[in-house]
């Protein structure tokens, strides 16, 4: 897995305050983890938006924090501004590297489904992410799941076809369907309108035929 070292600065600044730090450019964070007091930090916006982009939510992060040895962590949660989507507030947790971690893994796909392209068939997912189980050094960026299998209308991929790798244990049930191929829309004919015909006015005995006004 990919190692990112990040730099961040204690944060004295609590509470509704930390407003005048975002119109500073900069974001608020707290450290914590199992066994460890919450620590508050601040990192400038620019840089914690070019790390969410390079780590995601699942690489491991060596944090810089002034005076201190650096601490291994991973981006637990982001909270966003919801009209500019900006960051708000970030969440760093501190791992053990002997201690088995639990996170939110996206499922990336590859390879085409040569039932997409040979019966017309529509390559359908069901799930962009999965949590894994496994020792933070051993966990991936992301599943890939591998559609150039996929032969047949209606054939799918499910978490208990996987191979995640050595060590990596997928909490999901493995019944979990993550890709499927459907069928193709099929146009239906459409029907010619049907057709109507006229009748002729009926004339009773002795009546005189109605003609039609004259333009």
Same mark, same amino acid.
């Given at each position: 897995m990919e190692r990112i070292e990040v730099s961040a600065s204690p944060r004295k600044i609590l509470g509704k305050k930390v !407003?005048?730090?975002?119109r500073q450019g900069i974001t608020p964070a707290t450290v914590y983890g199992h066994g460890i007091d919450s620590t508050p930090v601040e990192i400038p916006t620019g840089v914690l938006k070019r790390l969410l982009a390079r780590a995601g939510m699942t690489n491991l992060i060596n944090l810089m924090i002034d005076g201190e040895a650096p601490r291994m962590v991973v981006v637990r949660a982001v909270q966003k501004?919801?009209?500019?989507?900006?960051?708000?507030?970030?969440?760093?947790?501190?791992?053990?590297?002997?201690?088995?971690?639990r996170l939110s893994v996206p499922v990336t796909l590859s390879g085409q489904a040569p039932a997409v392209k040979e019966l017309g068939g529509?390559?359908?997912?069901?799930?962009?992410?999965?949590?894994?189980?496994?020792?933070?050094?051993?966990?991936?960026?992301s599943i890939e799941v591998d559609v150039s299998g996929l032969t047949e209308i209606d054939q799918a991929i499910h978490v208990r076809d996987l191979r995640p790798g050595?060590?990596?244990?997928?909490?999901?049930?493995?019944?979990?369907?993550?890709v499927q191929i459907? !069928?193709?829309a099929e146009e239906e004919p459409v029907a010619p309108?049907?057709?109507?015909k006229l009748e002729e006015p009926r004339v009773k005995p002795g009546e005189a035929p109605v003609k039609p006004p004259e333009a």
């Amino acid at each position: 897995m990919e190692r990112i070292e990040v730099s961040a600065s204690p944060r004295k600044i609590l509470g509704k305050k930390v !407003r005048f730090l975002r119109r500073q450019g900069i974001t608020p964070a707290t450290v914590y983890g199992h066994g460890i007091d919450s620590t508050p930090v601040e990192i400038p916006t620019g840089v914690l938006k070019r790390l969410l982009a390079r780590a995601g939510m699942t690489n491991l992060i060596n944090l810089m924090i002034d005076g201190e040895a650096p601490r291994m962590v991973v981006v637990r949660a982001v909270q966003k501004d919801p009209l500019t989507g900006e960051p708000l507030h970030a969440d760093f947790y501190q791992v053990r590297m002997e201690e088995k971690l639990r996170l939110s893994v996206p499922v990336t796909l590859s390879g085409q489904a040569p039932a997409v392209k040979e019966l017309g068939g529509i390559l359908y997912q069901s799930v962009d992410s999965l949590e894994v189980e496994c020792l933070p050094g051993n966990m991936p960026h992301s599943i890939e799941v591998d559609v150039s299998g996929l032969t047949e209308i209606d054939q799918a991929i499910h978490v208990r076809d996987l191979r995640p790798g050595q060590g990596i244990v997928i909490v999901d049930s493995p019944d979990q369907m993550i890709v499927q191929i459907g !069928r193709g829309a099929e146009e239906e004919p459409v029907a010619p309108p049907p057709e109507v015909k006229l009748e002729e006015p009926r004339v009773k005995p002795g009546e005189a035929p109605v003609k039609p006004p004259e333009a």
